[in-house]
Every structure is written in C-alpha cells, then in structure tokens.
C-alpha cells in the first residue's frame, strides 16, 4: 500500500472509530492509539513515522487555532492567577526538573534530549477531561484554569523548544541571548497574531458567500505558521494571538453587530469543531504508530529501564501538576467556587480533592510526539527521547482516560446549578435586550451586546456565550426568509 492510500485509509477510518468508541464507552483517545499501535504490525502498510515536517507544517496550525478560536480575552483576564500566573510557573519548574530528572535516570542522556522530555513533559491536554464529561461537574472557575493553563504551557513549552532547536544546530546560547531571544519571540508573535488576525476579520467582512469567508478563516493559522518559521516567532504564540483577535473582533462590543453573516458564523463554528475533531484523531492513531517503529531504535538502551524512566516521570509530573493545582483552589476564584462544597466537609479537604481532579484532568499532550519527532536526525539519543516520550504519554492515556470519568464523578466538585443558573441569566437578559425593538437585526445586534457585557462582568463562561450567541445567529438566519434558504454559494463546476 501506497503512503497515500493509507492516508486515504486513515481519513475514512476515524469516523468509524469515534462512533466504535462511543459504543464500547471508552475514551476515544485510547481507543485511536490502540488502533493506531496495532496498524505498526499489519503487513502491507507503510513503514516508518509521518515526516515531522508534514505535521508541524499542516497539522499543528489548524490543530492550535480550532482550540483557540472559541476563548475569549474575558477568559485570561479573570484567570491570570489560576491560569495564567499558575501556568506559567509550573511550565518553568517542569521542563528543568524532568530534564534534571531524565538525565539521573538515563546515565550519559544529553542535555538537548533531557530538555526536549522536559518539554514534552511540560505540555499537556485536557481532551480526555472533556471526553469524561468533567465540566460541568467540576466549578467554572476550575475548568477555566485548566484551560487557560492548557495554553500557557503550549506557548512556554514551544517557545523553549525554539530555543533547543537553534542550540542543536548552531550551539548553546548565552543566558542573557537566551532570554533576550525567548522574548523577542513572544512579543512579536503577539504583535504578528494580532496583525494578521485583525487582517482576517477585516477582509472576511468584505467577502461572501460563507465558503469563501471560511476559506478565508482556514488560511489564517497556516499563514501564522509560515510567519512564525520564517522570522523566528513562536508558532504557537502566534496563532493563538491571531485567534484570541478573531474571537474578541467577530462581534462590535458596543453595538452587538457582527462583522460576518449568520451563517458564515454558523458554519464556521461547525468547521473547526470538525477540523479540531479529525486532526486530533489522527495525531492520536499516528501516536500509536510511532511506538513500535521507535523501540526499534533504542539501541544499546534496555526497554525496562525506558518504560521505568517514562513512568517516574509521569508520577513526577502529577506530583507537580497536583502542588500546582493546590495553589490555584487557594486562590480567590477557585476558592469561591468551592466555598458551598466546604461546607460540612472541610476546607482543606476540599481543596486536596479538586487539587487531585485538576492534576488527574491534564494528560501530557499528543503535540508531545511530534515534538519528538522533530527533534533532527543528527541528535544524540534521538530514539531514546522518541521512546520515553511515547511512553509517557501512552501510559498517562491509558491510566487516567480509564479512571478519570470515575475520579471526576467521586469527587463530586460540580455544582449541578451553576450551568442552569448562567442559562436563565442569559435566557433572561436576552429577552429583555430585544424587547421594544422593531427591527429585528437591531434586536438581534443588541442581544448580543447583552451576552457580551454578561461575559465581561464574568455572569457567564464561554462555553455559554458561545451557545447563547449560536443560537442568536440561528434566528437571525432564519429570519433572513427563503431568499436565504440555501446556504452559501452553488459548487463550482469543473
């Protein structure tokens, strides 16, 4: 079989697997890497990894930006303790100390490769958090820190990973140049997502039918990434900027008025949820795949001592997430959040159970695989690091995507009226936004500025605002009358 013809298979597989998931009620995640690994032993099928490039160049953008566009700014501004503060700091403290960790447990491991394991150790997902049903049934507050932690480290972690890379090839920086380096590649990243996410939104405004708009919308990330390679930014930085502009510019905060059709708006939300769903899949099945092929280039190294070191590690990077996620239900938010829960049971209890839930809830990253396989062929203990890294993360999979829906529901966190509350507090100020106006689009504008003042006082999250505003531009596509009934434009023809 052809390369393509299996990447053909691969894309015609997903679907199946996700709904076989459901079925059997186990966390898709796992279930991908275990078709993924069992792919690695059928004969017939292309032999090797995915060239690294492929996916950082065509899989990562899309992957990081679906999982931004949906955040608001509102979200880092009532985080920056939790989240932001929290993120940053366990970020600095994981990647020496597995680095550190890895080289006593692995005599003779060099630095790059220690630091890539810390790397990849430091970043981490909380998809099979979501896939369990955690929120609601942990507080808002607590899902947001997550989430915005989530981000954080993906900034840091590949920030640094610039850093390892540009030493590997034209050596060890000083301390001040790389510092002075990082930064640079933060801030402009920043300001380049800013630019070219403001330049999305504007001609998005000025084009149409909604394919095209999407078109548009889908060029975004690549166009980020491609801007990070070619002037030293930080990717991920990058287009996280781009898609915190383009969620935070969709929609005028002063006049609820929106700067795209209904329906491009409609569809687009459908869009990257697909493009998060099949990407993300994908990168799990090729995680599984990546196994066997780096076992066969451990070398000298015994396989005890490499699953032994990756599972140290594993308890060693819960340990950290957990001391780290200690501090955050200490602070005002969380804390607050959890005050009707103390009650009867104990502060302190209280905040060890949803210290253990949050450090449970963040799995080391599939991103960590490709940042594996990035590393260049000519690094020391390249398949060594490879190995570990697989490990790791498989493990972390298999253990808390089987216990953590159970974790979650024991440690009875959620507050099963919150969710409600912000629904009828949304329901309700969206009534009365529309009441008394005769146009409908000045109804449907000024309900939307209502949701929006709900997100910036923090009544509701943004998993609400989302929802309140989808529906909103369902009736508002609706109303537009059967001139509308068919969305976008006739497909060309060839």
């Known amino acids: 079989m052809s390369t393509l013809q299996f990447v053909a298979l691969l894309l015609a597989a997903i679907g199946p697997l996700l709904a076989l998931a459901g079925l059997v009620r186990l966390p898709t995640s796992l279930v991908l890497v275990a078709v993924g690994t069992g792919t690695a032993f059928l004969p017939g099928l292309p032999d090797g990894p995915v060239d690294p490039q492929v996916l950082i160049t065509l899989f990562l953008p899309p992957v990081i930006f679906a999982a931004s566009i949906r955040v608001s700014v509102h979200l880092w501004r009532f985080t920056l303790g939790p989240g932001v503060a929290i993120g940053i700091g366990l970020t600095a403290v994981t990647i020496p100390l597995i680095a550190v960790a890895a080289r006593w447990l692995l005599p003779g491991l060099g630095w790059p490769p220690a630091l890539l394991l810390g790397i990849i150790g430091a970043l981490f997902d909380t998809r099979i958090f979501h896939e369990a049903e955690g929120r609601p049934q ?11 932690r989530e981000m954080v ?25 790389a ?22 939104v504007w001609l998005r405004g000025r084009v149409g039918p909604a394919p095209v708009e999407i078109a548009v919308a889908l060029a975004l990330p690549f166009l980020c990434a491609l801007a990070a390679q070619w002037l030293g930014f930080s990717l991920s930085a990058t287009i996280i900027a781009a898609a915190l502009t383009v969620s935070s510019s969709d929609v005028d905060r002063e006049t609820g008025a929106t700067r795209t059709s209904p329906e491009a708006r409609i569809s ?12 993300s899949a994908v990168l799990f099945v090729l995680a599984g795949r990546a196994l066997p092929h780096a076992l066969r280039a451990l070398e000298s190294w015994p396989l005890w001592q490499t699953a032994g ?11 950290l ?10 602070m005002p938010a969380p804390a607050e959040a959890l005050r009707d829960k103390e009650v009867g049971v104990g502060r302190e209890i209280t905040r060890l159970t949803a210290a253990a839930v949050m450090a449970w809830a963040c799995t080391p990253s599939i991103l960590g695989i490709v940042i594996a396989l990035s590393a260049p062929e000519g690094m020391e203990d390249r398949g060594l690091t490879l190995v570990v890294a697989a490990f790791l993360i498989l493990a972390a999979v298999v253990v808390q995507g089987l216990t953590l829906r159970s974790a979650v529901q024991a440690a009875s966190l959620g507050n099963e009226e919150e969710e409600k509350r912000e629904e009828e507090l949304a329901g309700a100020v969206a009534s009365r936004a529309a009441e008394g106006k005769e146009d409908a689009q000045d109804g449907y504008d000024a309900v939307r500025c209502a949701l929006l003042q709900l997100r910036a006082e923090n009544h509701i999250g943004d998993e609400m605002l989302q929802k309140m505003l989808r529906e909103t531009d369902l009736s508002a596509r609706a109303a537009e009358g059967p001139a509308a009934a068919l969305p976008g434009a006739g497909p060309p023809n060839p």
């Open 138 to 148: 942990v507080p808002r507050a607590i899902a947001d820190a997550l989430k915005v």
């Open 153 to 177: 480290a993906r900034i840091l972690a590949l920030g640094v990973l610039g850093l390892v890379l540009h030493a590997v090839d034209e050596g060890a920086p000083t301390p001040l140049g």
């Open 179 to 200: 510092v002075g380096r990082f930064t640079w590649a933060l801030l402009a990243a920043a300001a380049a997502g800013w630019a070219l996410g403001r330049g999305s």
């Open 309 to 319: 070191t990756a599972a140290a590690l594993v308890l060693l990077i819960l340990g």
């Open 321 to 330: 997430q957990f001391a780290f996620s200690y501090l955050a239900a200490c």
């Open 268 to 279: 687009a939300t459908a869009f990257w949820e697909e493009v998060s769903l099949l990407l």
